[in-house]
């Protein structure tokens, strides 16, 4: 099985609202990570947890709050995001060894406005 | 400096054809290269790596990656190309600046139609 699942799928929201994004996966991963797709763009990295750990923050700015509460969990936090913000945001997860293959869930549909 | 791209924005193929998808690197070292489909409103899926070994790399679906060091190549193949093939295609490699992280530095994606 090599599922990562990712709600909700949509979202919408203002803001002034704070909202988060999960990420699972059950394949006993170590490596987690966030990134950022704008429509017809690749995606973009913003976040790498390993072991549970942040380890990179691509500078991204703090209305994005990232958390790893357990080695199967990845959330997001969000907070006054603005309408820039709304892009497709997927998690993807590996195996810590570098030749091993990340796996990304389906994306949560982001819509500031 | 780029480390992976993909020279072709859109890729059209009549169904049944032979398709190709383009993607060139350029890091030092042994690259680690994938390729990796998206569908609409998808997340992306993998179809293939090569890390060492056979030049000639056979993923998902029917795809094959041919890598070439002398061209710094690794193209994407399919001896006969379905209309369900119609999605858009990332080249990506591992992010040579960041080994420890891991992560994938991704090629700007080509679109590939197929048409029936």
Partial sequence: ?113 | AQSVAQPEDQVNVAEGNPLTVKCTYSVSGNPYLFWYVQYPNRGLQFLLKYITGDNLVKGSYGFEAEFNKSQTSFHLKKPSALVSDSALYFCAVRDPFRSGANNLFFGTGTRLTVIP
């Fill in chain 1, 1 to 113: 099985d090599t599922e990562v699942t990712q709600t909700p799928k949509h979202l919408v929201m203002g803001m002034t609202n704070k909202k988060s994004l999960k990420c699972e996966q059950h394949m006993g991963h170590r490596a987690m990570y966030w990134y950022k797709q704008k429509a017809k763009k690749p995606p973009e990295l913003m976040f790498v947890y390993s072991y549970e750990k942040l380890s990179i923050n691509e500078s991204v700015p703090s209305r994005f709050s990232p958390e790893c509460p357990n080695s199967s969990l990845l959330n997001l936090h969000l907070h006054a995001l603005q309408p820039e913000d709304s892009a497709l945001y997927l998690c993807a997860s590996k195996e810590i060894a570098s030749t091993d293959t990340q796996y990304f869930g389906p994306g949560t549909r982001l819509t500031v406005l």
